[in-house]
């Protein structure tokens, strides 16, 4: 187990920078996930820490050592490929025996990992069988028994659920975070779900156009964004942006005014307010018209068409809106973003 | 829901038919030159079939057709004709799939020009190039009569394969290339070394590749006349009934019955690699 420091990490491709200047720390045994839209360099930052990409300019520690220099396999890591990069012409036993063999471990102990290994994934009569005779979600266990039989420092893994139906997908998250746990193994998990994020992190990473956005804990991430893009990329629905500005303590949004809370009193200017879904209550403030209804069970999330931006709101299912309703917003929890720069402030 | 490769039945039966129709020639001069090589003289017609195995004993006997009493050891022909598909083959498998891995994976300098000029090559007919091949086999051919002989066998397979190679390189990095970077990567994460991935992964995984490139050089090197002509001093299959066509007075039926042999490995080895290049790894990659 080991702790993962990434220092000014840059990564070019040609012209093209896929990464620039990435500081992060993963604490021994934390599970941390790399969460971006696709193509925003997650994968090239997870191959830069296996050592299969070299980055252009920064250095990365395990512990204390620096392993910049290292080949792959002097790193001691596992990874779980986004399409699993199964080998297709060996059985399920050789494909996890194949780190082990490589190393020259002894025929007994071999089995006595392999056993240990697909037992705990729940694959040991699968040994026998070819990669395509396996479903998805048992292709991805015996990727993953194979990343682990080496008894890795660290756990990498690249979107490894995107190819399992929906169903599938939040039955093995629950699973995968408390194997993470069990084994108390420093793992950074790559997702562009911001879901999946939330609910198996202990830190999340948010990285846009290989820039790292924000590093938080979920409740940080989802209640302080610290950018305008994480607030819009986390929640389902994601957060809520209007433009206004603010002067002493009072925030103007076309026609109607809000009071401000006291730590943003001293802002002046424009701004773009951010609001979640879930904070807002219907009563006083924003003047807006109702545009659509979705009923969802016990609450419904009601889209307002403020001064010609679209703002969605969860409420209860009980009360009944219609097309067109004029309803005023007053959001409950509030972030301010710098209209120019889209940062908090 | 229908499977995406499978076309509607209307579409597919016109394919069939149109493939059915354009085969007819060829199936039938296929045919006769079998029929033939079975009978007494050459089938045009149903009545001129009369059957017997005399040609088939006459061509193991070594009988040449145009006397039909001088002996050619007709077993050392058709290992002479191995020899040299056997070697064009090797060499042509061997150099391409080495040569597509490093141009499929690897970034040297000069990848480009290199790529370039395998099709530049590949565009020059052989007959083109027989001259300076010539030449050169000219200006290297050692005197002893022995060595002679095993440096022709030596050079036709060298320039033959030569001809092969560029073709062959392109289609094993076209197989290469087909195979996501991952499994390397893999490979290599699991602790293996740049050399023991190409060998345990994949070559596994271009198996159909190096068959099919096999094959072809195989073949190439099998039926090969203006080469073998040109430079080998023993015979092959291919230039024994060439010289058996020349004269008038040739036993037809009995070329027909060398000619079936001639063609035999050729289709032999088109149903295997018609096999083995629709087989592939099937679901290989994802579930
Ligand atoms: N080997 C490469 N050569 C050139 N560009 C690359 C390479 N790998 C990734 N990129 C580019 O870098 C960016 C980040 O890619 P990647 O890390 O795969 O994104 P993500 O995993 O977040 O979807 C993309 O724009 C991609 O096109
Ligand atoms: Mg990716």
Do not use: C
């Amino acid at each position: 187990m080991v702790r993962i420091r990434l220092e000014n990490i840059t990564k070019e491709f040609g012209d093209f920078k896929a990464l620039d200047g990435i500081d992060l720390e993963i604490e021994e045994g934390e599970f941390m996930a790399l969460l971006g839209p696709s193509g925003s360099g997650k994968s090239t930052l997870l191959y830069i820490i296996a050592g299969i990409y070299k980055p252009t300019k920064g250095r990365i520690y395990f512990d204390d050592g620096d392993v910049t220099d290292l080949p792959p396999k002097d790193r001691n890591v596992g990874l779980v490929f986004q399409n699993w990069a199964l080998y297709p012409h060996m059985s399920v036993f050789e494909n996890i025996t194949f780190p082990l063999e490589l190393r020259k471990v002894a025929k007994g102990e071999i089995r006595r990992k392999v056993a240990e290994v697909t037992e705990m994934l729940k694959i040991e009569n699968l040994l026998d069988r070819y990669p395509w005779q396996l479903s998805g979600g048992q292709q991805q266990r015996v990727a993953i028994a194979r990343a682990l039989v080496k008894e890795p420092d660290v756990l990498l893994l690249d979107e490894p659920l995107s190819n399992l139906d929906a169903l599938l997908r939040i039955e093995v998250r629950a699973e995968l975070k408390r194997l993470q746990k069990k084994l108390g193994i420093t793992a950074v998990y790559v997702t562009h779900d911001q879901a999946e994020a939330l609910a198996m992190a202990d830190r999340i990473a948010v990285i846009k156009d290989g820039r790292l956005l924000q590093v938080g804990t979920p409740e940080e991430i989802y209640e302080r964004p610290r950018h305008k893009f994480v607030g819009g990329f986390i929640g389902n629905p994601p957060m809520n942006f209007l433009n206004g500005f603010a002067d002493r303590g009072i925030l103007r949004i076309g026609k109607s005014t809000i009071p401000l809370p006291k730590e943003y009193e001293s802002v002046r200017g424009e701004v773009i307010v951010g609001f979640r879904p879930h904070d807002v209550e219907i009563g006083e403030g924003i003047e807006g018209e109702v545009y659509s209804v979705e009923h969802l069970g016990r609450e419904q999330i009601v889209t307002v068409s403020v001064e010609g931006e679209m703002v969605k709101v969860i409420v209860p299912g009980d009360r009944r809106f219609e097309f067109g309703d004029k309803v005023r917003l007053k959001p409950k929890k509030i972030v301010l973003f710098d209209k120019k720069t889209e940062t908090a402030i | 829901m229908r499977d995406i490769e499978t076309k509607s039945r209307k579409s597919e039966l016109l394919i069939i038919l149109t493939i059915v129709i354009a085969s007819v020639p060829m199936i039938l001069a296929f045919s006769l030159l079998v029929l033939s090589s079975f009978s007494e003289e050459m089938v045009t017609n149903l009545k001129s079939f009369r059957p017997t195995l005399e040609n088939w004993i006459n061509l193991f006997q070594g009988k040449m057709a145009i006397t039909g009493s001088i002996r050619v050891n007709i077993f050392e022909i058709t290992l002479n004709t191995l020899i040299v598909a056997l070697g064009v083959a090797g060499l042509v498998t061997i150099v391409s799939t080495l040569a597509g891995y490093a141009l499929s994976r690897m970034d040297f300098r000069g990848r480009k020009h290199v790529m370039i000029a395998l099709l530049v090559l590949h565009a020059f007919p052989g007959v083109a190039l027989i001259v300076g091949v010539y030449l050169l086999y000219k200006l290297t051919l050692p005197q002893d009569p022995d060595l002679m002989r095993f440096y022709s066998f030596f050079y036709v397979i060298l320039a033959r394969g030569a001809l092969e190679i560029p073709m062959s390189v392109w289609l094993m990095k076209g197989f290469f290339d087909a195979i996501p970077w991952e499994f390397e990567w893999s490979g290599i994460i699991d602790g293996a070394s740049r050399i023991t991935v190409w060998r345990k992964i994949m070559l596994p995984l271009v198996k159909p590749g190096i068959l099919a490139v096999a094959l072809f050089a195989f073949i190439a090197g099998w039926q090969d006349i203006i080469y073998v002509r040109t430079f080998l001093i023993d015979q092959t299959l291919a230039t024994f009934i060439e010289s058996n066509i020349e004269s008038e007075f040739s036993h037809m039926p009995l070329i027909a019955a060398a000619g079936t042999l001639y063609l035999l490995p050729t289709i032999v080895f088109f149903l295997i690699a018609q096999r083995i290049l629709l087989q592939g790894y099937s679901g290989g990659l994802k579930g």
